[in-house]
């Protein structure tokens, strides 16, 4: 369940690494661009003074399409396999956020350069009515984190996720996703 967002990181630094450019001259959007990642997320106490478990190992491709304002994001946590699909309101910054499984929904709002943001919000209600998840995330061109609290029903802190993650290549990618 706690896999459920890791969406938003901007684009990672050049290092070799495709990504994509910004509009071109005529106003177009970038093309269609994915990013890979690879890190790891601790679930903790709310305080995050105490380890719930070892640390999940992550992956994510995260493909974003700026003509339709969309980012699809496959996440891996620790083998366990989701998908999150995030759709522009409009010529916003904010995403509506939904996954396949149908578990929850909410938002995302990004700050910083438009398709490179580099600060995010997330607002997300869980589907079962068991809680909800708020948090923010940055990406400074070469470490994304993000931290998120996730309430009960009541509005209780229950737990504390930190991701940590940073941008691989594709082939980097493929071989990790291989192994698991």
């Given at each position: 369940?706690?896999?459920?967002?890791?969406?938003?990181?901007?684009?990672?630094?050049?290092?070799?690494?495709?990504?994509?450019?910004?509009?071109?001259?005529?106003?177009?959007?970038?093309?269609?661009?994915?990013?890979?990642?690879?890190?790891?997320?601790?679930?903790?106490?709310?305080?995050?003074?105490?380890?719930?478990?070892?640390?999940?190992?992550?992956?994510?491709?995260?493909?974003?399409?700026?003509?339709?304002?969309?980012?699809?994001?496959?996440?891996?946590?620790?083998?366990?396999?989701?998908?999150?699909?995030?759709?522009?309101?409009?010529?916003?910054?904010?995403?509506?956020?939904?996954?396949?499984?149908?578990?929850?929904?909410?938002?995302?709002?990004?700050?910083?350069?438009?398709?490179?943001?580099?600060?995010?919000t997330y607002d997300i209600v869980l589907t079962d009515g068991s809680g909800s998840l708020v948090g923010e995330g940055t990406?400074?061109?070469?470490?994304?984190?993000?931290?998120?609290?996730?309430?009960?029903?009541?509005?209780?802190?229950?737990?504390?996720?930190?991701?940590?993650?940073?941008?691989?290549?594709?082939?980097?990618?493929?071989?990790?996703?291989?192994?698991?």
């Amino acid at each position: 369940m706690l896999w459920l967002i890791l969406a938003c990181a901007p684009r990672v630094p050049s290092r070799g690494l495709t990504i994509h450019s910004s509009a071109d001259d005529t106003g177009s959007p970038p093309a269609p661009f994915t990013l890979y990642l690879h890190g790891s997320s601790q679930v903790s106490s709310p305080d995050g003074s105490s380890a719930y478990g070892p640390a999940d190992d992550v992956l994510v491709r995260r493909t974003s399409t700026p003509a339709q304002g969309q980012i699809v994001e496959e996440t891996w946590y620790s083998g366990e396999a989701g998908r999150t699909t995030l759709v522009r309101q409009g010529d916003t910054t904010v995403f509506d956020a939904s996954d396949a499984a149908g578990t929850f929904t909410g938002t995302l709002s990004f700050d910083g350069p438009e398709w490179d943001w580099n600060h995010w919000t997330y607002d997300i209600v869980l589907t079962d009515g068991s809680g909800s998840l708020v948090g923010e995330g940055t990406w400074d061109g070469a470490a994304w984190q993000s931290v998120k609290t996730f309430s009960d029903a009541d509005g209780n802190a229950v737990a504390r996720i930190q991701d940590d993650l940073a941008g691989v290549d594709q082939a980097s990618f493929d071989a990790l996703l291989a192994e698991l």
